[in-house]
RNA sequence: GCCGGGGUGGCGGAACUGGCAGACGCAGCGGACUUAAAAUCCGCCGGAGCAAUCCUUGAGGGUUCGAGUCCCUCCCCCGGCACCA
């Protein structure tokens, strides 16, 4: 009467009552605390914390999920794994809802932190909570200010003015980074230009190390991104000589790739920012010249980098001349040319260079070509040739290979003391200052007599002022509070003032992971031996979208620890692993779709279990998944499954044959050690949903086996363990209920991973494809230690192969052991 | 434009270093149980064909005994960069 047993409510797979039975359990037990213990193998597996924007959805879920079964199954591998979590809890979205809601930054991010913590609780991760960091509090942005002071003690910050992204409706900077298609990330506004006095971090002082990535296991993909992103050019520096009534600068320095190029220069181009522009003016060409840089400032980024916008620029009455040739060119000012980049100024080759080329074109300049394309017979270009060739019409130089000129003319610059070989690079410096509120003050005081002066290191954390008002315009509340700009200068004692812009929030992000190994240390940013315990991390893990921002700045801080002497190491990352995005059938989730997932309704109704092998199963990690309401019910059968199948009685069927019982419990042997085999691969491997197909396969397998009731009832409860045990990291709670059900020893998690046996794994019998001309005719099931010559009169000996043969010869025979017979034939 | 990743049943996806294409699951269809439905269980499930068999991994070509997998040409989708001199 099995339908009796099955309809009784207390046996019934019942997630939500099990899963917090559990959760309570293993906290009370303090099941996953962690501390340093040299007698294991360390494991840190870190995921990117979440941003505390109020609720955790369905993407926060798939990040977090796969390095939690990883990290659990390392646990019961007998590694010590640290699987930490925590809050980036500074940032705009905090401020804009003061703003818009009138409730204090604090209090929105401690609500949101709240109820995020529960919410990440459900998912029935090993976190151990006592490591919990929040960026926000005193005692962590204290270290995040430290940092600061450390990077300005070895000339690594500095003042300056810069033109930077300016978003005007956030009313703050935006880094690269948060222009995306040239508006601002957060709210959408086109972003434009400003002159500002920013603090910046010379970022670009480890720009060449930043594009090494030796030793690291990381995508190719994010290493050729931060390769692109740093950006390094090799060239050279040519100046030109410059005599302009009224002008002391007596030359124009440019960057260039090819300066084997350089006897074809018709013009040159300064960029509608460069220094120079408003002394060069000639009276004549003022009023043109003046529009035109006006223009370019008030431009948007998109208007600006539009690339189908045509070139255009306008002349300023002044001249250089070319120290190679003795030439007077002249100069021209254009926006296609970027202040920012080498020297802001560049040397015109219309010949060779696409973009001087179109620019030539529209305003009739010469066009000399100094590079022959190979066969070249003196004609004129129709565009620009930018290929290698010959020099030409380049005085001593004529008759060298252009890729040989680059070389010699530098050098030859180099010697006459106009220039010389030069490396520049893409990469900026990086802009730490933020107009806000909501983040670390930067712990700067600015004094008449001393000058600019750190906060000394007793005196941190210099305190976010709890009352602000924050005002409409975005602007921020700390430039109009006076009780926390009036200071005294730590030098002088005299009266100071504090400086009011505060930390970019990708420096509290930049060193998270040093914190988690000693969270609650007091005395400096971390313990160094727990570090050296620690660190590196073994497994990071989270969105591709951080391959530029949060991922090299970590990689910056991370050499300035080590150049300071904090830690021994020069990548914090040793491997890196991105998760694809979920989606929503075949669409993104967005808000205003309204096609978001909420994760807690699920939990709520089929458990976190059934959301941990759903999100697993969809497809690979890294490719993402498309999420589908259907679906996820074959993962919630298939727990439901297990569920009755571990708690079903069993026993052998009496007076069986005692040969069929050795056969089937030989093959369960088999089926054991194969399956272990491939979940524990697959789980190496990091290809979660193929483990998730491997353990459903087995259970299928399981649920013949316990119809057929041929083994011993001691070999099924191995089985049903097993089974259990393997699936225990992927579905934590419900393997833990069953595996107390069955009388095993609490808990689970703490039981050792099974190995397998490659012996007891290996097929006794295999099927063996037969093939003519390729083509697939006949399988043959054959003894695993088959001998190629009896492969072969096995397969020569099929009807169904011979129907195929007649009237044919045979012209070879090939053989894949274990594999395939492939019989050629001729007519 | 340049650099990555991808295109396999109705759908999500399997397929180790070239060797049974479609594992596992969803949806669908048929059946059992039920007064009925849900749940559960069993069976079928790429296309054409009565069948033998043939066709089928974005398109076309090539290498090979054999190609989803390797090479060439092209198309489409996703992500990144985009006047960097």
Same mark, same amino acid.
């Given at each position: 009467?099995?339908?009796?047993?099955?309809?009784?409510?207390?046996?019934?797979?019942?997630?939500?009552? !099990?899963?917090?039975?559990?959760?309570?359990? *293993?906290?009370?037990?303090?099941?996953?605390?962690?501390?340093?213990?040299?007698?294991?193998?360390?494991?840190?597996?870190?995921?990117?914390?979440?941003?505390?924007?109020?609720? @955790?959805?369905?993407?926060? %879920?798939?990040?977090?999920?796969?390095?939690?079964?990883?990290?659990?199954?390392?646990?019961?591998?007998?590694?010590?794994?640290?699987?930490?979590?925590?809050?980036?809890?500074?940032?705009?979205?905090?401020?804009?809802?003061?703003?818009?809601?009138?409730?204090?930054?604090?209090?929105?991010?401690?609500?949101?932190?709240?109820?995020?913590?529960?919410?990440?609780?459900?998912?029935?991760?090993?976190?151990?909570?006592?490591?919990?960091?929040?960026?926000?509090?005193?005692?962590?942005?204290?270290?995040?200010?430290?940092?600061?002071?450390?990077?300005?003690?070895?000339?690594?910050?500095?003042?300056?003015?810069?033109?930077?992204?300016?978003?005007?409706?956030?009313?703050?900077?935006?880094?690269? +980074?948060?222009?995306?298609?040239?508006?601002?990330?957060?709210?959408?506004?086109?972003?434009?230009?400003?002159?500002?006095?920013? *603090?910046?971090?010379?970022?670009?002082?480890?720009?060449?190390?930043?594009?090494?990535?030796?030793?690291?296991?990381?995508?190719?993909?994010?290493?050729?991104?931060?390769?692109?992103?740093?950006?390094?050019?090799?060239?050279?520096?040519?100046?030109?000589?410059?005599?302009?009534?009224?002008?002391?600068?007596?030359?124009?320095?440019?960057?260039?790739?090819?300066?084997?190029?350089?006897?074809?220069?018709?013009?040159?181009?300064?960029?509608?920012?460069?220094?120079?522009?408003?002394?060069?003016?000639?009276?004549?060409?003022?009023?043109?010249?003046?529009?035109?840089?006006?223009?370019?400032?008030?431009?948007?980024?998109?208007?600006?980098?539009?690339?189908?916008?045509?070139?255009?620029?306008?002349?300023?009455?002044?001249?250089?001349?070319?120290? @190679?040739?003795?030439?007077?060119?002249?100069?021209?000012?254009?926006?296609?040319?970027?202040?920012?980049?080498?020297?802001?100024?560049?040397?015109?080759?219309?010949?060779?260079?696409?973009?001087?080329?179109?620019?030539?074109?529209?305003?009739?300049?010469?066009?000399?070509?100094?590079?022959?394309?190979?066969?070249?017979?003196?004609?004129?270009?129709?565009?620009?040739?930018?290929?290698?060739?010959?020099?030409?019409?380049?005085?001593?130089?004529?008759?060298?290979?252009?890729?040989?000129?680059?070389?010699?003319?530098?050098?030859?610059?180099?010697?006459?003391?106009?220039?010389?070989?030069?490396?520049?690079?893409?990469?900026?410096?990086?802009?730490?200052?933020?107009?806000?509120? %909501?983040?670390?003050?930067?712990?700067?005081?600015?004094?008449?007599?001393?000058?600019?002066?750190?906060?000394? +290191?007793?005196?941190?954390?210099?305190?976010?002022?709890?009352?602000?008002?924050?005002?409409?315009?975005?602007?921020?509340?700390?430039?109009?509070?006076?009780?926390?700009?009036?200071?005294?200068?730590?030098?002088?004692?005299?009266?100071?003032?504090?400086?009011?812009?505060?930390?970019?929030?990708?420096?509290?992000?930049?060193?998270?992971?040093?914190?988690?190994?000693?969270?609650?240390?007091?005395?400096?940013?971390?313990?160094?031996?727990?570090?050296?315990? %620690?660190?590196?991390?073994?497994?990071?893990?989270?969105?591709?979208?951080?391959?530029?921002?949060?991922?090299?700045?970590?990689?910056?801080?991370?050499?300035?620890?080590?150049?300071?002497?904090?830690?021994?190491?020069?990548?914090?990352?040793?491997?890196?692993?991105?998760?694809?995005?979920? !989606?929503? +059938?075949?669409?993104?989730? #967005?808000?205003?779709?309204?096609?978001?997932?909420?994760?807690?309704?699920?939990?709520?109704?089929?458990?976190?279990?059934?959301?941990?092998?759903?999100?697993?199963?969809?497809?690979?990690?890294?490719?993402?998944?498309?999420?589908?309401?259907?679906?996820?019910?074959?993962?919630?059968?298939?727990?439901?499954?297990?569920?009755?199948?571990?708690?079903?009685?069993?026993?052998?069927?009496?007076?069986?044959?005692?040969?069929?019982?050795?056969?089937?419990?030989?093959?369960?042997?088999?089926?054991?050690?194969?399956?272990?085999?491939?979940?524990?691969?697959? @789980?190496?491997?990091?290809?979660?949903?193929?483990?998730?197909?491997?353990?459903?396969?087995?259970?299928?397998?399981?649920?013949?086996?316990?119809?057929?009731?041929?083994?011993?009832?001691?070999?099924?409860?191995?089985?049903?363990?097993?089974?259990?045990?393997?699936?225990?990291? #992927?579905?934590?709670?419900?393997? +833990?209920?069953?595996?107390?059900?069955?009388?095993?020893?609490?808990?689970?998690?703490?039981?050792?991973?099974?190995?397998?046996?490659?012996?007891?794994?290996?097929?006794?019998?295999?099927?063996?494809?037969?093939?003519?001309?390729?083509?697939?005719?006949?399988?043959?099931?054959?003894?695993?230690?088959?001998?190629?010559?009896?492969?072969?009169?096995?397969?020569?000996?099929?009807?169904?192969?011979?129907?195929?043969?007649?009237?044919?010869?045979?012209?070879?025979?090939?053989?894949?052991?274990?594999?395939?017979?492939?019989?050629?034939?001729?007519?």
């Amino acid at each position: 009467m099995t339908w009796d047993r099955k309809s009784n409510m207390a046996d019934r797979y019942n997630p939500p009552e !099990i899963e917090v039975k559990w959760q309570q359990k *293993w906290a009370e037990d303090r099941l996953y605390e962690v501390t340093e213990d040299s007698k294991k193998p360390k494991y840190y597996a870190l995921t990117m914390f979440p941003y505390t924007s109020g609720d @955790l959805h369905i993407g926060h %879920w798939y990040n977090y999920v796969p390095p939690d079964v990883r990290g659990r199954f390392k646990r019961m591998q007998g590694f010590n794994v640290l699987h930490p979590i925590g809050f980036d809890a500074f940032g705009l979205p905090a401020e804009n809802a003061a703003i818009k809601r009138g409730i204090h930054p604090f209090t929105w991010t401690m609500q949101n932190i709240e109820n995020m913590r529960c919410q990440l609780q459900s998912i029935g991760a090993i976190y151990d909570w006592n490591r919990e960091i929040n960026t926000c509090l005193p005692k962590y942005y204290k270290w995040t200010q430290w940092f600061f002071l450390k990077l300005y003690e070895r000339d690594l910050a500095y003042r300056a003015k810069a033109p930077v992204n300016w978003c005007p409706s956030c009313q703050t900077v935006l880094a690269n +980074e948060q222009v995306v298609d040239g508006a601002c990330e957060r709210c959408g506004t086109p972003a434009t230009h400003k002159d500002l006095e920013q *603090w910046l971090f010379r970022i670009t002082r480890y720009a060449d190390e930043l594009m090494q990535h030796e030793g690291i296991d990381w995508p190719e993909r994010i290493k050729i991104m931060q390769r692109n992103w740093v950006g390094k050019s090799t060239g050279a520096y040519i100046s030109f000589g410059l005599d302009h009534p009224g002008v002391e600068e007596k030359e124009i320095r440019i960057f260039t790739t090819r300066p084997d190029t350089t006897f074809g220069v018709t013009f040159m181009v300064l960029a509608p920012e460069h220094p120079l522009v408003a002394k060069l003016t000639t009276p004549d060409r003022r009023a043109e010249v003046e529009i035109y840089v006006e223009r370019s400032r008030r431009q948007t980024e998109i208007e600006r980098l539009s690339t189908e916008k045509e070139k255009d620029g306008v002349f300023t009455g002044a001249y250089v001349t070319n120290r @190679l040739n003795g030439e007077k060119v002249p100069v021209w000012i254009a926006d296609y040319v970027l202040a920012s980049y080498g020297t802001g100024a560049v040397m015109a080759v219309p010949a060779h260079d696409e973009r001087d080329f179109a620019f030539a074109k529209k305003y009739d300049l010469p066009i000399r070509l100094v590079i022959a394309p190979p066969g070249w017979q003196g004609e004129e270009l129709k565009e620009a040739y930018i290929e290698e060739g010959v020099m030409v019409n380049s005085a001593q130089f004529n008759g060298t290979p252009s890729q040989h000129g680059i070389g010699a003319v530098s050098d030859f610059l180099a010697e006459k003391g106009w220039g010389g070989r030069a490396v520049t690079y893409r990469l900026r410096d990086w802009i730490i200052s933020r107009q806000r509120y %909501w983040g670390a003050p930067i712990p700067m005081i600015y004094c008449e007599k001393c000058g600019t002066v750190p906060v000394p +290191e007793k005196d941190l954390p210099v305190m976010l002022p709890e009352d602000a008002e924050f005002k409409p315009t975005g602007e921020s509340p700390l430039k109009y509070n006076e009780k926390f700009i009036n200071t005294t200068c730590p030098k002088c004692g005299g009266p100071a003032k504090r400086e009011t812009d505060t930390i970019d929030g990708f420096l509290d992000n930049s060193w998270y992971y040093f914190r988690y190994c000693s969270p609650q240390e007091s005395k400096a940013p971390f313990d160094k031996q727990a570090v050296k315990y %620690w660190m590196p991390i073994d497994l990071y893990t989270g969105g591709a979208e951080h391959a530029v921002g949060h991922l090299m700045y970590s990689r910056f801080i991370s050499k300035v620890a080590r150049d300071i002497g904090l830690v021994d190491f020069d990548e914090p990352f040793a491997r890196l692993f991105n998760q694809g995005i979920i !989606i929503r +059938e075949h669409q993104k989730m #967005s808000k205003s779709k309204g096609n978001v997932i909420n994760p807690d309704e699920y939990v709520a109704k089929l458990g976190a279990d059934t959301m941990r092998v759903y999100l697993m199963f969809l497809g690979p990690w890294e490719q993402g998944g498309d999420w589908s309401d259907t679906g996820i019910s074959g993962a919630s059968r298939w727990l439901n499954r297990v569920w009755n199948l571990a708690l079903e009685p069993y026993s052998r069927k009496a007076g069986g044959d005692k040969s069929v019982q050795e056969a089937a419990r030989a093959e369960l042997l088999r089926t054991i050690h194969q399956t272990i085999r491939k979940v524990t691969e697959d @789980l190496e491997r990091l290809r979660f949903n193929t483990m998730i197909a491997a353990l459903m396969e087995f259970t299928n397998y399981l649920t013949g086996v316990s119809e057929a009731r041929l083994v011993s009832a001691s070999e099924w409860k191995g089985a049903v363990a097993c089974l259990l045990l393997l699936m225990a990291p #992927s579905v934590p709670h419900l393997t +833990e209920e069953l595996w107390a059900r069955a009388g095993h020893k609490y808990s689970i998690h703490n039981q050792k991973w099974p190995e397998w046996d490659a012996a007891l794994a290996k097929e006794e019998e295999i099927t063996l494809v037969v093939q003519v001309n390729g083509k697939l005719r006949d399988r043959i099931t054959v003894s695993a230690s088959i001998t190629e010559t009896e492969a072969k009169k096995e397969a020569m000996s099929s009807e169904k192969v011979r129907v195929h043969l007649e009237g044919k010869t045979v012209v070879k025979e090939i053989y894949v052991p274990g594999k395939l017979v492939n019989i050629v034939v001729r007519e």
